[in-house]
């Protein structure tokens, strides 16, 4: 069992920057895949970013060259660094593990979620 926390979320003018964290509990953190997902208001559930258990990244291509992904393993920890944030940013954050030495991408791949974190881009 894997439990996640989001944090980071908030504000930011269009053009600025944010870093979302996701705090992972358990001590086998380093063998999950862990991948982040958002939902704008309305609309389902998308993929921005997955990082593999050896930190290979892999990209939406409406975030790539914006967007950089991480993982600190030693903090159990998964990070999204996200730059020149536009209007369309917009979204509640998801944080999401599956175990296994792959990137995922497809939302029904991930058993275990957090409670995600809002991120509100102004114009």
């Known amino acids: 069992q894997v439990q996640l926390v989001e944090s980071g979320g908030g504000l930011v003018q269009a053009g600025g920057s944010l870093r979302l964290s996701c705090a992972a509990s358990?001590?086998?953190?380093?063998?999950?895949?862990m991948g982040w997902f958002r939902q704008a208001p309305g609309k389902e559930r998308v993929f921005v970013a997955a990082?593999?258990?050896?930190?290979?990244?892999y990209y939406a291509d409406s975030v790539k060259g914006r967007f950089t992904i991480s993982r600190d393993n030693a903090k159990n920890t998964v990070y999204l660094q996200m730059n020149s944030l536009q209007f369309e940013d917009t979204a509640v954050y998801y944080c999401?593990?599956?175990?296994?030495?792959?990137?995922?991408?497809?939302?029904?791949?991930?058993?275990?979620w957090g409670q995600g974190t809002q991120v509100t881009v102004s114009v």
């Open positions: 999401a593990a599956k175990s296994g030495g792959y990137y995922y991408i497809v939302e029904n791949e991930y058993p275990y």
């Open positions: 358990g001590r086998t953190f380093s063998i999950y895949a």
């Open positions: 990082i593999t258990s050896s930190s290979y990244p």
